[in-house]
C-alpha cells in the first residue's frame, strides 16, 4: 500500500457487508461501506477522506448537473488464492482519466491520490472482495464539477469520489447487436475517446430504440459515413475474421479501452495475427454470410469478454458460430481470468497488489 498521503479515516466498520448477497448481485446497485472523497479547490486536491457511503449534501445548482462536466472510470479488484487483493491495470485508468479531465476542462488528479484511494478503500472494505469465481469489487472513481454558477465555463472546484460495488458477470449470455447507422455516439473533433458521462447520455436514446427492436447493444458506426464499425456501447468490440484478430484502431472516436489493449497484448502472445485498423461493416456482414467471421465479442472491464450472438443490420439478422465453437476468444478469455485471478503467472505485471 502506498502511504504518502493524509487521509482522514472517520470510521472502518462493514455494518453492511454480513448481510449482503453476493450471488447473482445486479451490477453497480449494492456498494460497499464507505467511499473515498477529495475536494479541488482554490487550485489543489484538499480534504482527502475515506467516510461512510451514502448521499453527499450539494447544490442543485453545481455545473455538473447542467454543462455535464464529469468524467468516470471503472476497474476490478479480485482476491487471490493467497488471500492477497489485487486491482488489473489500475495504472491504465489512471492515465486515461486524466487524458478525460484534461479534455473536459478539468483539473487532472496526482496519481498518489488515485492510486491511494484505490488502495485505501478496499483496505477499509476488503471484505466485500468477492471471492466466487467471476466475481470481483467493481471500482468506480468519479470527478464532477462542482461550482454553483450558472455561467458556462469550466468550474474552478470539483469533487473526486470513488465507490465500489461487488459484481458479478455484466452479460450472462451471448449479445444480440445491432450496427447502428442513423445515430452515433462520436464525432471527428468531439470527445469519444474521453470517459465523460456525455458520451453515455447521448447514447441512451438509440440505445432505447434498439432495444424495443430486441436488441441488446448496439455497433456504433462512424459519423460520417456509416460504414466504419467502431465500438460498442459499453465495451471495444473484435471480431475473428479469416483466423485473424481485427479490431477498429483506437481514433479520436473510439474509448481507448484497457480490455481491448491487455486481449491484444494475449493474442500476439500467442501468435495470433492481429489487425488494428479501419474495420468495415461490409467485411463483417460479408464474413457473416461466407462463414469467415468466426467470432465477434465485445471487451471491456464490466463485459469481460461477452460473445455477440447474432448481429443486425439494415434490417437483416446475421447469426453467428455457436459460442461453444469459438475457441480463440475463449481462450484469451480463460487466459485473462486466470491471470486477474491469480491462477497463472502474471508475466506482464499487471497486478498491483494493494
Ligand atoms: N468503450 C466504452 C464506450 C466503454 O464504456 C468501455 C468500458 O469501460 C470500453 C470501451 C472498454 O474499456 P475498458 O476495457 O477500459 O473497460
Ligand atoms: C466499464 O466497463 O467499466 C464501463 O465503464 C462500462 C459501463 C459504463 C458499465
Not at 488528479?109 to 488515485?114: A, D, L, S, T
Not at 424495443?212 to 460498442?232: M, N, P, R, Y
Amino acid at each position: 500500500m502506498i502511504d504518502t498521503l493524509q487521509i482522514k479515516v472517520t470510521e472502518t466498520s462493514n455494518p453492511r457487508l454480513a448481510e449482503t448477497e453476493f450471488k447473482d448481485i445486479p451490477f453497480g446497485k449494492i456498494f460497499t461501506d464507505h467511499m473515498f472523497m477529495a475536494d479541488f479547490e482554490d487550485g489543489e486536491w484538499k480534504n482527502l477522506q475515506i467516510l461512510p457511503y451514502g448521499p453527499i449534501p450539494m447544490s442543485p445548482a453545481i455545473s455538473a448537473l447542467h454543462y455535464g462536466q464529469a468524467i468516470f472510470e471503472g476497474m476490478k479488484a479480485y482476491r487471490l488464492p493467497n488471500g492477497d487483493i489485487s486491482v488489473f491495470r489500475a495504472n491504465k485508468n489512471f492515465e486515461r482519466f486524466n487524458i478525460s479531465a484534461d479534455r473536459i476542462a478539468m483539473p487532472t488528479i496526482p496519481e498518489e491520490i488515485f492510486m491511494q484511494a484505490i488502495s485505501a478503500l478496499i483496505n477499509i472494505d476488503k471484505g466485500w472482495v468477492p471471492t466466487q469465481e467471476n466475481y470481483s469489487l467493481y471500482l468506480r472513481p468519479v470527478m464532477f464539477a462542482t461550482d454553483s454558477s450558472l455561467g458556462v465555463r469550466a468550474s474552478d472546484t470539483y469533487k473526486f469520489v470513488l465507490l465500489a460495488t461487488p459484481t458479478g458477470p455484466y452479460y450472462t449470455k451471448a449479445l444480440k447487436v445491432k450496427i447502428e447507422t442513423k445515430y452515433t455516439r462520436a464525432n471527428e473533433g468531439g470527445v469519444g475517446y474521453a470517459k465523460t458521462a456525455g458520451n453515455y447520455a447521448r447514447s441512451l436514446y438509440p440505445f432505447a430504440e434498439a432495444q424495443k427492436e430486441g436488441f441488446d447493444q448496439l455497433i456504433w458506426t462512424d459519423s460520417a459515413t456509416h460504414t466504419l464499425v467502431e465500438e460498442s456501447g459499453a465495451a471495444n468490440v473484435m471480431f475473428v475474421l479469416d483466423g485473424k484478430l481485427i479490431t477498429a484502431a483506437v481514433s479520436e472516436t473510439i474509448l481507448n479501452g484497457v480490455t481491448r489493449d491487455t486481449i491484444i497484448a494475449l493474442a500476439k502472445d500467442k501468435g495470433i495475427t492481429v489487425e488494428e485498423r479501419k474495420v468495415t461493416v461490409a467485411e463483417i456482414i460479408e464474413g457473416a454470410k461466407n462463414g469467415k467471421l468466426t467470432e465477434a465479442f465485445a471487451v471491456g472491464t464490466a463485459a469481460t469478454v461477452t460473445q455477440i450472438g447474432e448481429i443486425g443490420y439494415e434490417g437483416e439478422l446475421y447469426k453467428l458460430s455457436d459460442a461453444s465453437t469459438r475457441t480463440v476468444s475463449t481462450s484469451l478469455a480463460k487466459e485473462l481470468n486466470d491471470i486477474r485471478n491469480g491462477l497463472a503467472e502474471d508475466r506482464f505485471g499487471w497486478n498491483w497488489i494493494v
